[in-house]
Structure formats: C-alpha cells, structure tokens
C-alpha cells in the first residue's frame, strides 16, 4: 500500500517523497498523519463497505482500498502545501518512540455530528494503543511552534462511507484488525481522491 514513486530524501529515519505541481493547479492540500491497515484488512473492510453500501443506500460509493486509514494526527489544510511545514511534522514524528501496537475495530457507527455522518469502523475500548502515539505526536508538534495550544480529542476510526443517514450501531461478526507496525505523513488531494505517502517512520519491535 505505499506509495511506488522513487524516495528521494531520508530524514530522521523516515523517507520523503515529494513531488512538485505547478502552483496554478495545485488543488487544496490535507496533511496529516495516519495508520494504515494491512492488505487484508484493507480488502475486508472495502468489502463490508460495499455491503453496507448496498444495505443502507448511501450516496457516496465506498471509500478505495489504497485511501482506507486511521488519522492520528491532523495538521492543517493548505492551498500550497508549505515545505517548511512539511519538515517540521516530518521532525516532530521523528520523536514519537512507541511500539507497534494492535488496532481492532469491532463496529460500524455513524460518526461526528449533523444529518450526513460518515459510516466508520470503530471500537468503543478507543484502540488506547493509538491514542498513545497521537499524544506523542501532540506533544512534539507542540516543539515545532506550528502546533495549535490547546488540541482536539482523537477518537481512533476508518472511514468506509460519505454521504448517507444515520444507521444503527453495527456489531462486526469478526473484527477488523491488524499490527500497526509504522505511521506514515499523508498529504490528500482534496476533490482528486489522491494520498500522498510523504513519509514512513517505523513504531518500535
């Protein structure tokens, strides 16, 4: 699932992956950091996507495989993505020291607020694992000075569905789950439904 153009810098254990477009079509950027599942996980949860989709009648169809992630970390949204930004995140990730950890969802839930609320998976134990490193994170954007003061909770979850009503809590049969053995920085291209692999950092054995 990563990204296959060549690598061209390595910084602080991390690989960087850029590539320039000219500033009058570059669309808006997102920039954040996330988990990615594994191939299998990847593929089951794109299925159960279908199947909801199918089920519950949503708009939007389901989310692409290679697009499936679990947030960690949200930077900010820009029209030009700032290299000096990239570099400071790229710098603050180099901090984090936690392990791999396990990542488990065990439900399908509407999520967030409002009338049209994505279809997520989720597991109301919060996958703590993950709420660790996200604070890692928190902690070393704060040294970068381009952090904001005071942070938002992260509730850990994969998007499936956009654009659909609220439906019930979903118990997954089996859940969806797998070692979360790196984190990597995304740059989304919004409307373009493109991500970016802008830099791995290995979690500890």
Partial sequence: MKNNRQLSL??????????PQPVDQEPVSELYFAVLPDA?????????AGNFHRQY???????RADLLHVT???????RCLPEETVFAAMEAASRVRKPSCPVVFDQAVSFGGGDNRPLVLWNRN??????????????????????PE???????????L???Q???DIALEEPVSWTAKDFVLINSLQGQSTHQHLCYWTLRD
């Fill in 10 to 19: 390595y910084l602080s254990g991390g690989s960087y992956n850029r590539t």
């Fill in 40 to 48: 299998e996980s990847a593929a089951r949860s794109h299925k159960l």
């Fill in 57 to 63: 009648r949503f708009f939007a169809r389901p989310r």
């Fill in 72 to 78: 960690l970390y949200t930077i900010g949204s820009f």
């Fill in 126 to 147: 919060g996958n703590p694992e993950l709420k660790a490193i996200h604070q890692e994170l928190v902690d070393a954007m704060r040294l970068t000075g381009i952090a």
């Fill in 150 to 160: 005071k942070e938002k909770p992260v509730e850990p979850h994969m998007t499936l």
């Fill in 162 to 164: 956009y654009r659909g």
């Fill in 166 to 168: 609220i439906v019930p």
